[in-house]
């Protein structure tokens, strides 16, 4: 697949970043299995806790939509080299999508990609496995 289109949509939504903390802009473009394109910015927050990553942002207005099964993110940052998802968007992202095929753009520009599976950027994942009743050591 061809994903000019979806780093363009990244790249565009990161105009949209509220960084008044940080001044470090993000965005994100999410790809749904039926085609369409959800995408989100970094929200930030006084209380900084409270802020919301770009990749969340976007993976949050698809499931509100009805959306849950998707194949691609692209994440394009203010940074000169490709951004790395933080740790608390790789768990959101492997919430909803295979990790084994589940494809992360990190890019620089429409040019200038990488690709990498999920499974890659969150290896050893935590999931619904392990809180099976019969993965649990306490037995009463
Ligand atoms: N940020 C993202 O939006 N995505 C990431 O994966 C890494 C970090 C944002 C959060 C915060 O607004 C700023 O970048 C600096 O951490």
């Known amino acids: 697949m061809d994903y000019k289109e979806l780093i363009a949509r990244a790249v565009e939504a990161k105009q949209s970043a509220y960084v008044p903390y940080s001044h470090f802009r993000v965005g994100a473009a999410l790809l749904t299995t039926s085609g369409r394109i959800y995408t989100g910015c970094n929200v930030e927050n006084v209380s900084y806790s409270a802020t919301n990553c ?28 490709y951004l790395p998802p933080c740790g608390i968007c790789r768990q959101v992202l492997a919430e909803f999508c295979d990790l084994d095929t589940f494809q992360v753009i990190l890019a620089n520009d429409e040019e200038d990609y990488q690709i ?23 037995k009463d």
Request: proline share 4%.
């Open 54 to 81: 770009a990749e969340r942002t976007a993976v949050y207005k698809a499931v509100s939509e009805g959306e849950r099964q998707f194949t691609a993110i692209a994440v394009n940052g203010d940074n000169k080299d």
């Open 116 to 138: 990498v599976t999920l499974d890659k950027l969150l290896p050893g994942a935590f999931s619904i496995e392990n809180l099976k009743p019969e993965s649990f050591k306490r």
